[in-house]
């Protein structure tokens, strides 16, 4: 179990990169390279994590909640630690450290990317893992989409497959676990 979460937190921390990378990109692709003046060349180095979040918050006002970049802060320590180091963590601390990174991957790829990685998950068994096996993921990504959805308004209901308070009065699909509800008029 703990290589499987070793493997996790290193995944993960990738994951989180690649996305802060992309979304950067989408704004102005030089200034995914740590010298803009160098691109396009391929052997130019790109920004680390902390100048991704710098410059999206300067170049596309794209601000970083203190909560995310704490979660941030510590995959990439953790990342560093099992990369560099003979490093272990105890189950429970790993799993929040992935479970806080994963909340921010689904939020921020939906939000700014607009990719529904939730849906990519729900179509098998993997969300259910994830919702079952990660409690800090669980709440994490519910208070996000709670926050999404008094945003836009929605007043949710209960879904009658997860139980979580996240299917619009209307209707619709659970924003939670994808679940469809049709309810009468």
Not at 70 to 78: C, E, G, Q, R
Not at 94 to 101: C, F, L, N, R, W
Not at 115 to 142: G, P
Request: hydrophobic share 40%.
């Amino acid at each position: 179990l703990e290589s499987q979460l070793k493997h996790a937190i290193v995944s993960t921390a990738h994951c989180v990169e690649l996305l802060l990378k992309e979304r950067l990109r989408r704004i102005d692709p030089a200034q995914v390279l740590k010298d803009p003046q160098k691109y396009p060349d391929l052997s130019a180095y790109t920004v680390t994590v902390d100048v991704a979040i710098e410059r999206l918050k300067t170049l596309g006002n794209i601000d970083i909640s203190g909560v995310d970049r704490n979660a941030i802060k510590n995959l990439s320590t953790a990342r560093n630690a099992i990369i560099h180091y003979e490093w272990s963590i105890a189950s429970k601390a790993a799993k929040t450290i992935v479970g806080e990174g994963l909340s921010f991957v689904f939020s921020f790829s939906r939000a700014e990317l607009g990719i529904d990685l939730a849906k990519e998950f729900q179509t098998d068994d993997t969300w259910r893992c994830l919702i079952e096996e990660l409690n800090q993921f669980t709440e994490s990504y519910r208070e996000k989409l709670a926050a999404i959805m008094r945003t836009r308004g929605d007043d949710p209901v209960e879904c009658s497959n997860c139980g979580e308070e996240m299917v619009p009065w209307h209707g619709g699909s659970c924003e939670f676990c994808g679940h469809w509800h049709d309810f009468e008029a």
